[in-house]
């Protein structure tokens, strides 16, 4: 690539930047933000140095910009391939690809997430909400702006800790660093850059939303599991019913056939039938909501 | 021999060792190491013609703290954004035995060829 050296950490990042372009944001993002603890440390180690004079030895010790990509590109496929799961065997029958997903960890993990989300959901949506509204009532005081600050400070370690559970849920690959925390400058102009950035909004934006996807996740994932549990064991109690063992009289069966001995086999049919939906279901749903989470709480470049 | 040959086959050798230099120097140190530290002891053993470029340490520390080798710490810092903080794990000075057992035999069988 034959373009001019970067004379400054900006332009280093933007040149770092353009040949990352076209890769995983999540990795771009590690990848600017180990570059940028570099360079400043660099130049904080040499007071006596101008910034322009440092840049020119980084392609020497850092390395230049397209050696550094190359290096996230290379070490971002070995990880992957190390640490993915194999991808399994696709079963070619339709009924093999159906039940295939019990055998798929994603599934299971998805599912997880789906009853987790309730949970989060709530901390993340009561957090939100008493940040902005207790910031919006301080604002007319001093101490409004600090409180302002630490609400998003804290509002972007847990969109990086959501992204880390994403990623282990669904293996959507997540940022492993907090977001780049953009060009250097007064204080002042740090803030406004914060509170121009789309990202910090639509980080509140999805900790607010986490609360009706989450009730949402939840209720799926526990009716799909109790209503499928539930048909899966009715040969069980209906067995033990006409054996004797167990008497539902007292029980109200509403139609009356789902009683009868021969309508067993069709209420465990219809069970694994939903269970095995719900399984498909939940995956897809991890899919979405990672792909969903990206836009929200990942700069794009 | 054309130089982009040299430094060609100087990157294929750095494939493993990259990860088990960076192994053995927080397995020695004894405190935690971020990053650009790390790149500058490596930079002062080796003076002469640097045998990785610094920045390439960054992705594969990132590599060996996903594989549960390294853990890691996010201390705030004034001179840019925070630093991540690296420790070798328990695990970690396990793989280190074994790559370092892999290191030596092959660097005997290697030298016996060339001396």
Do not use: C
């Amino acid at each position: 690539m034959n373009r001019s050296a970067p004379r400054s950490i900006d332009q280093y990042l933007r040149q770092l930047r353009e040949e990352l372009a076209g890769e995983d944001p999540a990795l771009i993002q590690d990848a600017l933000y180990d570059a940028e603890e570099y360079l400043r440390a660099e130049v904080a180690a040499h007071p006596e140095k101008s910034e322009a004079d440092i840049l020119e030895i980084i392609a020497s010790t850092y390395g230049a910009p397209d050696e550094v990509a190359a290096a996230y590109r290379d070490t971002e496929i070995k990880v992957k391939a190390a640490m993915t799961t194999p991808v399994r065997k696709r079963a070619e029958s339709a009924a093999g690809r159906f039940f295939g997903v019990y055998s798929d960890p994603r599934a299971y993990t998805a599912l997880f997430f789906m009853i987790l989300s309730l949970a989060t959901g709530i901390i993340y949506f009561t957090f939100t909400v008493v940040g902005l509204s207790v910031s919006a009532g301080l604002a007319v005081l001093v101490v409004g702006v600090p409180f302002f600050l630490l609400f998003i400070g804290i509002a972007r370690v847990i969109s990086l800790a959501e992204g880390r559970l994403i990623e282990a849920m669904t293996g959507v690959r997540m940022p492993r660093r907090p977001p780049h925390p953009g060009a250097p400058g007064g204080f002042w102009s740090r803030v406004a850059g914060m509170l121009t950035d789309r990202r910090t909004w639509s980080t509140l934006l999805y900790l607010v939303l986490m609360l009706p996807l989450g009730i949402a996740y939840f209720v799926i994932a526990v009716v799909g599991l109790t209503v499928s549990m539930s048909l899966i064991f009715a040969p069980l109690v209906g067995l033990a019913d006409h054996i004797g063992i167990l008497s539902t009289d007292q029980v109200h069966l509403s139609p009356e056939w789902i009683g009868a001995l021969w309508a067993l086999p069709f209420l465990f049919a219809l069970g694994v039938l939903l269970l095995t939906t719900l399984m498909h279901v939940s995956r897809g749903i991890g899919r979405l909501h990672a792909g969903y989470a990206k836009a929200l709480l990942v700069a794009r470049g | 021999m054309d130089d982009s040959d040299t430094k060609k086959f100087q990157k294929d050798l750095n494939g493993g060792l990259v990860s088990l230099v960076l192994l053995a120097v927080l397995d020695r140190s004894a405190e935690d190491l971020y990053g650009y530290e790390i790149a500058k002891r490596l930079a002062s053993a080796n003076d002469g013609a640097p045998i990785f470029k610094e920045g390439t340490i960054y992705p594969v520390l990132r590599a060996l703290s996903a594989g549960g080798l390294l853990t890691s710490r996010i201390v705030p810092s004034y001179s840019g954004p925070p630093r991540r903080y690296y420790r070798i794990t328990e695990e970690g000075r396990a793989v280190l035995a074994e790559w370092k057992a892999v290191w030596q035999s092959t660097r005997g069988f290697v030298d016996r060829f060339i001396d």
